[in-house]
């Protein structure tokens, strides 16, 4: 089973000063941050999956990528760019797709089958995803009533999805593509999505990536493997796009899934509630320090002459100064909480007492073997800045990794 990354630029910086908080005056971020696959050793991640929204933008936005950057991706392909030429990443391989989320809204997908493969062919990518359209719905009532609200519409996509796979195979081959072609499959049940595997292929794909899965719940994800498990015929490989529920990805491997692509593991260690450090058997709750300037509100009182900057400032580097000194064993867990509520006396955000309590008691960041934990110490469970929150988020990239490891072995 193999777990692709998607990109967004996400980078950390080695040479972070945790205490002064500033970067190496000589840092080049192209030349000294690092990505997922720098950091973290071994085999954790697969595959880099890079969307063509992301480098080159949409109609309605830009893209992530500076314009130098997007010059440099296109002139000395994926596999430079990313430091893939490395002996320690040369295993991973490089996916490209359209970034069909972004243009979900609009009638047809901006892009072409042609402007798609100039660009998995001129970045060098291994494997390229066909044009699709996202199918935003799951109802299986839709197979069995003709007046559903919704079916034209979903009908129309998984038509136009299907249409543009097969431009995208016939224009591959005539061009003698480097990349292997992916077709893409949308539905909105479990039938339908066996009738575009069907249909894919037909066209004469051989891999197959699974679209429009992201709000899905797992029993419909398993409901709609298990409709085209009956479809697929032995030597199709599956991929599933964008999924957000990591449990029972053993079970899909059973259905023909060879891989997929997930942020949900980086992405909640800095966008959710509570879960944002991943241990092997339970999540924990980083504790929020936010810069006084990254308070949009509290600047608002500094402005109003309501809150004194320098007491807000004061109190914010007690609540580090707390931290650090927990961590190399002065000080007890209800001074660091103290020093939280004090500061949290003026931001107005809230204190979580019990998995504060929790986090500082159990001190996970010490027992995890990753290279980032060993060296950032207390500063992982640290909810501040992009450089703790991302290694944070790479930290729980190595976790997943470890527990799907643990889950495959289980059920071989
Ligand atoms: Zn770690």
């Given at each position: 089973?193999?777990?692709?990354?998607p990109?967004?630029?996400?980078?950390?910086?080695?040479?972070?000063d945790?205490?002064t908080?500033?970067?190496?005056?000589?840092?080049?971020r192209q030349r000294d941050?690092?990505y997922a696959?720098?950091?973290l050793?071994?085999?954790?991640i697969d595959g880099?999956l890079?969307s063509k929204a992301?480098v080159?933008g949409?109609?309605?936005s830009?893209?992530?990528?500076?314009?130098a950057?997007r010059n440099?991706l296109?002139?000395?392909g994926?596999r430079r760019?990313?430091r893939?030429?490395?002996?320690?990443?040369?295993h991973i391989?490089?996916m490209?797709?359209c970034?069909?989320?972004s243009y979900i809204d609009e009638e047809?997908p901006?892009?072409?089958?042609?402007?798609v493969?100039?660009?998995y062919?001129?970045c060098g990518f291994?494997l390229?995803?066909?044009?699709?359209?996202?199918i935003?719905g799951?109802?299986p009532?839709?197979d069995i009533?003709?007046?559903h609200?919704?079916?034209e519409?979903?009908?129309?996509r998984?038509?136009?999805?299907l249409q543009?796979?097969?431009?995208?195979l016939?224009?591959s081959?005539?061009r003698?593509?480097r990349f292997?072609?992916l077709?893409v499959?949308q539905?909105?049940s479990?039938?339908?999505y066996a009738?575009?595997v069907?249909s894919l292929?037909?066209i004469g794909y051989k891999?197959?990536a699974l679209?429009?899965?992201?709000p899905?719940?797992?029993p419909e994800?398993l409901?709609?493997l298990?409709a085209?498990?009956?479809?697929?015929?032995?030597d199709?490989q599956?991929?599933l796009?964008?999924i957000?529920r990591c449990?029972?990805?053993?079970e899909f491997a059973?259905?023909?899934?060879?891989?997929?692509?997930s942020?949900?593991?980086?992405?909640?260690?800095?966008?959710d509630?509570?879960?944002?450090?991943?241990t092997?058997?339970r999540?924990?709750?980083?504790?929020?320090?936010p810069?006084?300037d990254?308070?949009?509100?509290?600047?608002k009182?500094?402005l109003?002459g309501?809150v004194?900057?320098e007491?807000?400032?004061?109190?914010?580097?007690?609540?580090?100064?707390?931290?650090?000194?927990?961590d190399?064993?002065?000080?007890s867990?209800?001074?660091?909480i103290?020093?939280?509520?004090?500061?949290n006396?003026?931001?107005g955000?809230?204190?979580?007492?019990?998995?504060y309590?929790?986090?500082?008691?159990?001190?996970p960041w010490?027992s995890?073997?990753?290279?980032?934990c060993t060296?950032?110490?207390?500063?992982?469970?640290?909810?501040r800045?992009?450089e703790r929150?991302?290694r944070r988020g790479?930290?729980n990239?190595?976790?997943?990794r470890?527990r799907?490891?643990?889950?495959?072995?289980a059920?071989s």
């Open positions: 089973m193999k777990f692709f990354f990109d967004s630029q996400d980078q950390i910086n080695p040479d972070f945790f205490v908080e500033e970067h190496l005056a000589l840092r080049v941050d690092l696959h720098e950091v050793d071994g085999h954790v880099l890079v992301i080159d949409t109609a309605g830009a893209g992530k990528y500076t314009a950057q440099r296109y002139r000395v994926v760019f990313f893939l030429d490395q002996t320690s990443s040369s391989q490089t490209g797709d970034g069909a989320f047809k901006p892009v072409t089958p042609d402007q493969i100039d660009f062919a001129e291994d390229g995803i066909s044009v699709d359209h996202v935003f799951f109802d009532a839709a009533d003709p007046h609200p919704q079916l519409q979903w009908q129309l998984q038509q136009i999805t543009l796979a097969s431009e995208f016939a224009l081959r005539a003698k593509v292997e072609p077709g499959a539905g909105w479990p039938a339908s009738a575009a069907r292929q037909q891999r197959i679209g429009g899965m992201v899905l719940k797992t994800i409901a709609s298990r085209i498990s009956l479809a697929r015929e032995p199709t599956l991929h796009l964008g957000t449990s029972n990805i053993s059973s259905y023909g899934v060879k891989s997929f692509d942020t949900s593991a980086f992405r909640q260690a800095f966008k509630d509570k879960d944002n450090y991943h092997m058997d999540t924990y709750t980083a504790i929020r320090v810069q006084v990254g308070l949009p509100k509290l600047k009182q500094i109003a309501k004194d900057q007491l807000a400032i004061q109190r914010e580097r007690a609540c580090l100064r707390a931290l650090r000194e927990y190399v064993g002065q000080g867990a209800q001074h660091v103290d020093a939280i509520q004090h500061y006396d003026i931001t955000l809230r204190t979580y007492y019990d998995a309590l929790d986090v500082l008691t159990d001190t010490r995890c073997p990753c290279s980032i060296k950032a110490g207390i500063n992982m469970i640290l909810f800045g992009s929150n991302k790479f930290h990239i190595y976790v997943f470890r799907l490891d643990r889950e495959l072995n059920r």
